[in-house]
């Protein structure tokens, strides 16, 4: 990933990538990224489900909550991923 690619992805991760899970996959990102490109996600959820409780219409076909459950979902993943990196089991 570029630079310009990761500064677009970190301030607007849905126009990097279709999907959350496609953020754990990406080449080139680090742990650190990948977890911050994912927070940001979720903000951007979090506000798109509040607007949409004030009576804003969600653009797109996804429901801002299957959103918000997919990128939680994502970030419990790159946690567990994480968490295994240093056990020698």
Do not use: N, Y
């Amino acid at each position: 990933m570029t630079t310009l690619d990761l500064d677009k992805a970190l301030l607007d991760p849905a126009t990097v990538f279709h999907a959350p899970h496609e953020v754990l996959h990406a080449e080139g990102l680090s742990t650190e990224q990948r977890k911050a490109i994912l927070l940001r996600w979720q903000e951007d959820a979090e506000d798109l489900m509040r607007a949409t409780g004030e009576g804003m219409p969600p653009e797109g076909q996804r429901s801002p909550g299957e959103l918000l459950r997919a990128v939680q979902d994502a970030i419990q993943t790159l946690d567990r991923q994480t968490s295994h990196k240093g056990c020698c089991c």
